[in-house]
């Protein structure tokens, strides 16, 4: 594995490396790797202020491979029954919070039932392998809630874990949060049916719009919304229409996940478009002033930018991103914009577009490199525009095609 690979997201120097972890001078090369791939383990007691009868213990442990467990307990420890919520946020510089939330109901001695309530749950985060960096200088604040209100309907528990994570979200420049877990012992949990706007995996938290993927949450805003409008009503969605969905198939063939795709007029953070998989199947193709004529729209999803590309541009190359979250097994920073692209985009960098001559096996290129590979073969732009300026549009003999004709129609990543 090259030293680059063993780094991650944001890091480009051993220097940067030796002072993530602490290591003092001099250190030798595999001291610093071998304390920077450590795990990272946050082990705490769960105090509650002077006179609750509550208080437990719990451990966050993070793997460099993205493992995540999170294990512990609270108990009731007088007269009282708690609903109680523990939160700890992963705090740091790097604007890449990340949340774990537990939560159940213990028995005082004034009713029957358990008086502890435990919880263990292990599931992997590739997320937390790609912001390694950021995990690794985090520090953990912990705080516990025990408003029963909190956990008065299941609905709540996606404004709950949103509410708590969100202020941390909207500080950081990177616009996501990690979720680590969300452990409600007296709930199903998350939901494809949860949602507002009859959207799966939006919420309103804190007064913030956010959007629900595997293992992140991600801050939104809806496009061209007026002030002062409702965000419930603001919000549209739908699936794609039989034009769009003819319109797509020339470049994707029969192969994109047509009846998974949900087309919002959401945004992410930078105004940007993105794509993500939802909560259930869905995957919300989230085209802000696109979403109205994505086969006509020239633009880059913010009203207010006039950078103009190709019509229907923006739309194949979000479809990308679609056929990839179908295609490919999770990829880490698949969810486009909004997670991997915007980290080193934000301050102008588009370095995560351009992608290098033809030649290459698909799978070489990034994420963000097959979609703009797609999209510039689809419009006869970027480095695929012809020399005499001309368009060459979809044009067969352009030597990128071969990507659309041999992966994208062949459904290989
Ligand atoms: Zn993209």
Same mark, same amino acid.
């Given at each position: 594995m090259s030293l680059r690979a063993q780094l991650s997201s944001g890091v480009n120097s051993l220097e940067a490396v030796r002072s993530i972890v602490g290591v003092g001078r001099p250190a030798s090369l595999r001291d610093i790797l071998a304390r920077y791939q450590q795990p990272i383990v946050i082990d705490e007691p769960l105090v509650t202020p002077d006179g609750i009868a509550l208080?437990? #213990?719990?451990?966050?442990?993070?793997?460099?491979?993205?493992?995540?467990? #999170?294990?512990? #307990?609270?108990?009731?420890?007088?007269?009282?029954?708690?609903?109680? /919520?523990?939160?700890?946020?992963? *705090?740091?510089?790097?604007?890449?919070p990340a949340v774990a939330i537990a939560s159940g109901r213990v028995h005082g001695t004034s009713e029957l039932g358990d008086r502890v309530s435990t919880w263990d749950q292990s599931a992997p985060n590739p997320l937390v392998a790609l912001h390694w960096a950021a995990m690794k200088r985090s520090r953990p604040e912990t705080s516990i809630n025990r408003d029963a209100d909190f956990f008065g309907t299941i609905g709540d528990v996606l404004g709950f874990v949103g509410s708590l994570a969100v202020g941390a979200v909207v500080a950081g420049p990177a616009g996501v949060c990690i979720v680590l877990g969300v452990h409600t012992a007296d709930l199903a949990g998350f939901d494809e049916h949860l949602g507002i706007a009859g959207l799966a995996g939006v919420a309103v938290a804190?007064?913030?719009?956010?959007?629900?993927?595997?293992?992140?949450?991600?801050?939104?805003?809806?496009?061209?919304?007026?002030?002062?409008?409702? *965000? @419930?009503?603001?919000?549209?969605? $739908?699936?794609? !229409?039989?034009?769009? $969905?003819?319109?797509? !198939?020339?470049?994707?063939?029969?192969?994109?996940?047509?009846?998974r795709i949900v087309l919002t007029n959401l945004l992410g953070i930078g105004k940007r478009p993105f794509t993500i998989p939802s909560i259930g199947r869905a995957i919300l193709v989230n085209l802000g002033a696109g979403f109205n004529d994505p086969i006509g729209y020239a633009g880059f999803g913010d009203p207010d930018n006039p950078e103009q590309q190709a019509p229907g541009q923006l739309f194949i190359h979000?479809?990308? #991103?679609?056929?990839?979250? %179908?295609? @490919?097994?999770?990829?880490?920073?698949?969810?486009? @914009?909004?997670?991997?692209?915007?980290?080193?985009?934000?301050?102008?960098?588009? %370095?995560?577009?351009?992608?290098?001559?033809?030649?290459?096996?698909?799978? !070489?290129?990034?994420? !963000?490199?097959?979609?703009?590979?797609? %999209? %510039?073969?689809?419009? /006869?732009?970027?480095?695929?525009?012809?020399?005499?300026?001309?368009?060459?549009? @979809?044009?067969?003999?352009?030597?990128?095609?071969?990507?659309?004709?041999?992966?994208?129609?062949?459904?290989?990543?």
């Open positions: 208080g437990g #213990h719990h451990t966050i442990t993070l793997g460099r491979d993205g493992s995540v467990r #999170h294990q512990g #307990h609270m108990r009731a420890t007088g007269f009282p029954s708690f609903t109680f /919520g523990v939160r700890t946020v992963l *705090v740091n510089d790097a604007g890449v804190g007064g913030v719009l956010v959007v629900f993927g595997p293992g992140a949450i991600i801050p939104a805003i809806v496009a061209g919304a007026a002030a002062g409008t409702a *965000v @419930e009503l603001a919000i549209k969605h $739908r699936p794609m !229409e039989a034009p769009e $969905r003819a319109f797509a !198939e020339r470049v994707f063939g029969p192969t994109l996940p047509v009846d979000e479809l990308v #991103h679609a056929w990839q979250i %179908d295609t @490919e097994t999770f990829l880490p920073g698949l969810m486009c @914009e909004a997670i991997g692209a915007q980290l080193t985009t934000l301050g102008g960098n588009m %370095d995560v577009y351009r992608y290098g001559a033809a030649g290459q096996a698909f799978s !070489e290129y990034n994420p !963000e490199q097959r979609a703009s590979i797609v %999209d %510039d073969w689809f419009a /006869g732009s970027g480095k695929q525009a012809r020399l005499d300026e001309q368009r060459a549009v @979809e044009d067969d003999s352009n030597p990128y095609f071969r990507y659309v004709r041999d992966n994208i129609r062949n459904r290989i990543p």
